[in-house]
């Protein structure tokens, strides 16, 4: 079965901590997306990745970072957190468009707290 | 940016009530993806739909059904004879550029089916 898996599923940091949050798929995909979720505000994208060592800005890319090493492998890093990084992150990925298969599958989300 | 609006923030039925959730998006595009995905309680998005901008065709699966009309770019879907199962967060999400942006998720539209 295809599928994404994030590291964990509920993480608690402190102010100023750098944290990493790994999200790993098994489906060969090119494309890797963040999204964090918040209530009244949907999915909101972080970064995206296109192909290993490729990396875009999404909309809310401020106080992010991404690593992609390799291609089953997207990491999100909060270089300092801050408790307006309290949020569900949910990491996808996905073929390349066009294919017949093309649509995005999500993980399980981490539910990171900020204290 | 492209948009995509849910109105409906929160629809609460009854069991076995039919109901219709909307999506509506802006696009200058004439090639593009349409998705709608499902966000139970558990967390994860499930994949419910993709159809492209060519393919007018209403689809039924089951209980639920889409309307794609492009004329007023909306996207809708109903879900007949509601269940509770069905509660959930719903998600509508076009991807522009024949799927070569990343999904833009609406705000989302919380379905809550009363026994």
């Known amino acids: 079965d295809v599928k994404v898996t994030q590291s964990s599923r509920y993480l608690v940091k402190r102010t100023g901590e750098k944290v990493f949050l790994e999200c790993v798929q098994d489906?060969?995909?090119?494309?890797m997306f963040w999204y964090r979720q918040d209530p009244g505000l949907g999915l909101r994208l972080i970064y995206f990745?296109?192909?290993?060592?490729?990396?875009e800005k999404g909309d809310i890319p401020e106080g992010y970072s991404v690593s992609r090493e390799k291609k089953e492998r997207f990491s999100l890093i909060l270089e300092s957190a801050s408790t307006n990084q309290t949020s569900m992150y949910l990491c996808?990925?996905?073929?390349?468009?066009?294919?017949?298969?093309?649509?995005?599958?999500f993980g399980s989300g981490t539910r990171l707290t900020v204290v | 940016a492209q948009k995509v609006t849910q109105a409906q923030t929160e629809i609460s039925v009854v069991e076995k009530e039919d109901v219709t959730l909307d999506c509506v998006y802006e696009?200058?595009?004439?090639?593009?993806?349409l998705f709608w995905y499902k966000q139970p309680p558990s967390g994860e998005l499930v994949f419910l739909i993709r159809?492209?901008?060519?393919?007018?065709q209403n689809e039924i699966s089951g209980r639920y059904s889409w309307n794609f009309q492009k004329s007023t770019s909306s996207f809708n879907f109903t879900i007949t004879a509601s269940q509770v199962v069905d509660s959930a967060v719903y998600f509508c999400?076009?991807?522009?550029?024949?799927?070569?942006?990343?999904?833009?998720f609406g705000k989302g539209t919380r379905l809550s089916v009363i026994a």
């Open positions: 990745s296109y192909d290993v060592k490729m990396k």
């Open positions: 996808a990925s996905s073929p390349r468009a066009g294919t017949v298969n093309y649509g995005y599958t």
């Open positions: 999400a076009p991807s522009y550029l024949s799927g070569n942006t990343p999904l833009v």
């Open positions: 159809r492209n901008s060519f393919d007018e």
């Open positions: 696009t200058r595009d004439t090639t593009y993806y």
């Open positions: 489906m060969d995909h090119e494309n």
